[in-house]
């Protein structure tokens, strides 16, 4: 990638991979997080690239030489959407760059929840043993997944499970075009009820609006099965956690693996309730962070960034 003229300039917010930097180096004039400049992006950045800051509304007020905020990654509720929308401040993502990543985490977390791994590795490591003969998890092969979102991750999943499972797909997304996923075979839902008795595995892949807050609460967990797992790979509110504690400590369902949560990272003292029903594994929000994942997010958000900035 070339252009005529000086090299736009970039604000880097944040620490990013070694080899991201490089190329941006290629590309923009870069003012690095080590840059004492940084701290006056709003006073002089036209784009900026960040992957977990928030900007608020406040900081794109401030920012009157702002045209392009970079977001490493799919989601951009850190981002005032509403602010940058009245100032056209383009907002520029990296959808699909961190499909395949998330989906291997949904395996693994799908996994360690059908064989119990969390609560035999802590008892483990605590000293206590742990016989065979006092564990009793559940095969995956044949078994019936549920997605919701069919965008590139839940796209990502269903060919893995049914490549690695054979397992029949429901999939829920009233925003998806009718022929979304003609290479995949499954069973396509006007209703999230729909598909609830009939998956053994339900994963969630949509962002978290005002509509899709508690999206999976205690009336969803009353209609799914008593062997089911849930796995929340998107964002913390999309499932509400009072109702989950509660569906796990009755045998509503099965397990839960949960890379989201309402509180990031997941720490003990918010979270005890839940990891005590033993049938939990939460991780930090890792979906993304594979070596790979991240320097191709960022560079995808980078190579957006200029594209955008060279051809207006």
Request: charged fraction near 20%.
């Amino acid at each position: 990638m070339g252009s005529i003229g000086p090299a736009p300039s970039i604000y880097l917010l944040e620490e990013f991979p070694p080899a991201a930097v490089e190329h941006c180096q290629k590309l923009f004039h870069t003012i690095l997080p080590t840059d004492p400049e940084v701290k006056n992006w709003r006073e002089n950045a036209t784009a900026i690239l960040v992957r977990e800051l928030i900007i608020s509304a406040d900081d794109i007020a401030q920012a009157k030489n702002l045209r392009a905020i970079g977001k490493q990654g799919v989601g951009i509720d850190i981002i005032d959407q509403d602010a940058c929308a009245k100032r056209n401040i383009a907002i520029l993502n990296t959808p699909g760059a961190n499909a395949q990543s998330v989906a291997e985490l949904v395996l693994s977390l799908t996994m360690a929840v059908a064989r119990q791994l969390r609560s035999i590795v802590v008892k483990q490591a605590a000293n206590q043993e742990v016989r065979k003969e006092h564990c009793s998890g559940t095969i995956l092969q044949g078994k019936t997944i549920g997605i919701i979102g069919m965008g590139n991750i839940g796209l990502a999943v269903g060919r893995i499970f049914r490549g690695a499972f054979g397992s029949p797909i429901y999939a829920y997304d009233p925003f998806a075009p009718k022929d979304a996923w003609s290479d995949l075979e499954h069973m396509r839902v006007d209703n999230v009820e729909d598909m609830l008795p009939h998956v053994d595995v339900l994963t969630l892949h949509l962002p978290l609006t005002p509509k899709t807050r508690d999206f999976i609460s205690a009336p969803q967990f009353q209609l799914m099965k008593k062997n089911a797992i849930l796995i929340n790979a998107a964002r913390g509110g999309i499932v509400n956690e009072a109702a989950l504690v509660q569906a796990l400590d009755n045998g509503t369902i099965y397990g839960a693996g949960l890379d989201c949560h309402d509180e990031e990272p997941p720490i003990l003292q918010k979270y005890e309730e839940l990891w005590a029903t033993g049938r939990v594994i939460s991780t930090p929000h890792i979906g993304a962070t594979t070596r790979e994942t991240q320097v191709h997010t960022a560079t995808t958000a980078m190579n957006r960034v200029y594209e955008y900035l060279t051809t207006l």
